[in-house]
């Protein structure tokens, strides 16, 4: 496992705790996780876990949060750089899809339990997705727009760019033949081709 | 919540711990789930559920051969029908994608607790899934060797095709205000254009 996302979380006790949190969420299911787990998995008392975070809801809304910022970061950083459409959704799709190869443990996490954070943490949460469909849509849109795309319909094309890319998470695994780089490239090509685009750089 | 697919289960009261089974393990988990959460909200005691089912674990892989076992008789259905790949891969899709949204609730469980499976009948399930896999990679070669399709990878291209139907089970619910046919719809012809297909009916 990867879990480079989690290597610079201090202190080094915080960091022990989300790496066992992640993993365990992403093996049983956060409602099949006990805080004694998490606490036992990272070599501590399940007092000490209370030193670093108030409940386990607040290790799964800080391992969601910083997937989410850190997907909606690169997307920004994408959509609001230079190049045409095409290149733009290219490298959008390409990053997305490594991400969630490389970060599989991780991903499945943050893409998955959603439904079990509290109401408030979830609102937050859904913020951030909100914003990073939005960028896709805005994306599509703009594609559609400059006549290098076609589709059927923008939203529900915006949604599945997001949504092949978010399965992933689901499917790939250490065993998987080809590197998450080399998905992602590929799955650009796909996703191309999904968007009707006829004028691929 | 729909749930069609358990309508016939016999006896009664087998089909309603299934129900509940369902709800349960889509809701928190299989691991969350206890014999126990699932004999109370089918209205019965724990020692009933036992004349119907030996194990928590005998009701998941009941749910999930049914699921896995409707999908395939589906997909060879299309696949040993009558039609040109386009077509086939079009009603295949939009099959696809309709299930995974009408069953959405099933289909989480199906598509999500393959892991907590016991060996024996992790590898039954392996199986259907692979007969699955082949009969869609066996459409896009056909495609291909046709000059219809034109993809990079013809493994990556029907894991993606298969991918993006799976991930509907968990981003679609009651509130989606596409119809579980006009998704599939517009899914198929999605996939036909990641397909590099350029002859679409």
């Known amino acids: 496992m990867t879990m480079s996302l989690w290597s ?41 876990l ?9 290790l799964l809304f800080e391992i969601s949060r910083t997937g989410h910022e850190r ?7 994408v959509a609001n750089g230079d190049g045409d459409p095409v290149t733009k959704m290219r490298a959008l ?16 996490v943050v893409q998955y339990e959603l439904t079990a954070l509290p109401e408030r943490e979830y609102l937050i949460i859904a913020g951030l997705r909100r914003r990073i469909e939005q960028a896709v849509r805005a994306l599509v849109t703009a594609g559609s727009a400059a006549g290098v ?9 915006a949604r599945a760019v997001l949504s092949l ?28 081709g999904m968007l009707g685009c006829t004028d691929s750089p």
């Open 149 to 157: 795309f076609e589709v059927p319909d923008e939203r529900t094309a």
């Open 93 to 108: 799709v390409e990053n997305f899809v490594t991400w969630h190869a490389r970060e599989h443990v991780t991903a499945r």
């Open 8 to 48: 610079e979380v201090r202190p080094e006790a915080a960091r022990r705790l989300v790496v066992a949190a992640v993993e365990s969420f992403a093996k049983v299911g956060f409602h099949a996780t006990t805080t004694r787990d998490i606490a036992t998995a990272a070599g501590m008392s399940p007092a000490a």
């Open 71 to 77: 997907t909606l970061a690169m997307v920004l950083d």
């Open 50 to 58: 209370y030193v670093h975070f108030p409940s386990k809801s607040a």
């Open 165 to 192: 890319g978010v399965d992933v998470a689901r499917w790939y695994s250490e065993r998987t033949r080809k590197t998450p780089r080399a998905l992602g490239r590929e799955y650009a090509t796909l996703v191309l």
